[in-house]
């Protein structure tokens, strides 16, 4: 079964420190690897993806994101938080099927960053 | 360019009621998709369309219908309201929806059924 998994439901981390929200995937074959983030009452918002090529992957609002086949994962940072950084944050995997390639999302962690 | 737009934003209905989401999108894609959001299970896809004409089912499509008769507009159709379609709902839309096309998703349609 193809499948992604965030096991934090939420992360806090005081704001100047770095942080890591985890994400691990179980994909056939090559996975395309994506992050969005959700603020309050809006809708998903593109960060970054992994398609192929170097492991780390730069994105929106100074995050980065770590490709490690060995380990299937697919890990969120970012050297210094900032409190507009709270916010719910997806990982999501690409499937195969048959005619299309169904997204699959993680069931999110929360992300606060204190003062 | 407005990006993918969905009306309305809020809506209550009663049990048994019908309605329909509206989506559209202005970036010419070909893939749109629709997904509910309830609490600590994620999104997951209702129903999907490569193209006019073309739809398909998601993960959890009992109790919804779509069509695509334009690239542009991808509406949900809600036949019989039931209080387990309580959630938060997406559309969004890709160019292909495959490999590693970027998926870009509307602000959502908050729903309550009474």
């Known amino acids: 079964a193809q499948s992604v998994a965030q096991p934090e439901d939420q992360v806090n981390v005081a704001e100047g420190n770095p942080l890591t929200v985890k994400c691990t995937y179980s994909v056939s074959g090559n996975p395309y690897l994506f992050w969005y983030v959700q603020y309050p009452n809006r809708g998903l918002q593109f960060l970054l993806k992994?398609?192929?090529?170097?492991?780390l992957v730069k994105g929106s609002y100074g995050f980065e994101a770590e490709f490690n086949k060995s380990q299937t994962s697919f890990h969120l940072k970012k050297p210094s938080a900032l409190v507009s950084d709270s916010a719910l944050y997806f990982c999501a995997v690409r499937a195969l099927s048959y005619n299309t390639d169904k997204l699959i999302f993680g069931t999110g962690t929360r992300l606060q960053v204190f003062p | 360019n407005a990006g993918v737009t969905q009306t309305p934003k809020f809506q209550v209905l009663k049990t048994g009621q019908s309605m329909t989401l509206q989506c559209a999108q202005d970036?010419?894609?070909?893939?749109m998709s629709w997904y509910r959001q309830d609490p600590g299970m994620g999104l997951r896809l209702i129903h999907y369309s490569v193209g006019a004409g073309i739809t398909d089912q998601g993960e959890v499509p009992n109790g919804y219908n779509v069509s695509r008769s334009t690239t542009e507009d991808f509406p949900l159709r809600l036949l019989s309201a039931a209080p387990s379609q309580t959630s938060v709902y997406f559309c969004?839309?890709?160019?292909?929806?495959?490999?590693?096309?970027?998926?870009?998703f509307g602000p959502g349609t908050r729903l309550t059924v009474l």
């Open positions: 992994y398609i192929t090529g170097d492991n």
């Open positions: 969004a839309s890709s160019f292909s929806g495959r490999g590693g096309d970027t998926q870009y």
């Open positions: 970036m010419n894609h070909e893939y």
